[in-house]
């Protein structure tokens, strides 16, 4: 079955630590994106990529670090220099990399928790 | 001021009923328009797309309001299982922009 993967569904962070969250889509889509979501508030871009090799800063940048080394996967790193990394994590892939008239799809999301 | 606003709810209906809410827009050279479902802790899922002309899917109708700045969607006949927060989303460039989202919940 196509689909995107997020894993692990649940990750825990000792303060100070490097956490790699990842997400891998076997449905040949060109773009990828990373949000976070707090409680109560919409989805926030992270970070986004429309090729293999190339990525973009989205609004909330600080903190994280991806690669886009195979079209496949599209890692997000949270570093120690996110002051509040404790949020739901989603990865989504969409075939335009514009992102326009076209759905994205969602992996189930990683849930990280700071210790 | 925020890019996509929605009235957070929660919208308590019972079943059968009908329930609308609106989504509103800053940026007027927004091109592309969709709601997306999302249930507890759980990833989003697409609900439909929003064409100028208005849409149906079934049960659900959605509008674009271009000059007002503002989609809609409206559920008839309400399901136990349209329980959900209903996303809001809007593109610009590669930009996918989402609102906070609107809780439905559905009592028997």
């Known amino acids: 079955d196509g689909g995107i993967t997020q894993s692990p569904k649940y990750l825990f962070r000792k303060e100070g630590q490097n956490v790699t969250l990842s997400c891998e889509q076997n449905?040949?889509?060109?773009?990828m994106y990373w949000y976070r979501q707090d409680p109560g508030q919409g989805l926030r871009l992270i970070y986004y990529?429309?090729?293999?090799?190339?990525?973009q800063k989205g609004d909330i940048a600080e903190g994280y670090s991806v690669s886009r080394e195979k079209k496949e996967s599209f890692p997000l790193t949270v570093t120690s220099a996110q002051k509040n990394p404790t949020a739901f994590y989603l990865c989504?892939?969409?075939?335009?990399?514009?992102?326009?008239?076209?759905?994205?799809?969602f992996g189930q999301g990683t849930r990280l928790t700071v210790v | 001021r925020k890019e996509v606003e929605q009235d957070p709810g929660p919208f308590n209906v019972p079943e059968g009923a009908t329930v609308a809410f609106n989504c509103t827009y800053s940026n007027s050279a927004s091109q592309s328009f969709f709601w997306y479902r999302q249930d507890c802790r759980k990833e989003p899922k697409l609900l439909m797309s929003v064409y100028s002309s208005g849409n149906e899917d079934g049960r659900f109708t959605a509008q674009l309001n271009r000059a007002s700045q503002y989609i809609s969607l409206l559920i008839r006949d309400s399901k136990l299982s349209d329980s959900a927060t209903y996303l809001c989303v809007v593109t610009y460039d590669y930009k996918l922009s989402f609102g906070a989202g609107t809780t439905v919940t559905v009592r028997a």
């Open positions: 990529s429309q090729i293999v090799n190339d990525f």
């Open positions: 449905l040949n889509h060109d773009a």
């Open positions: 989504a892939s969409s075939i335009d990399p514009e992102g326009l008239n076209t759905e994205a799809f």
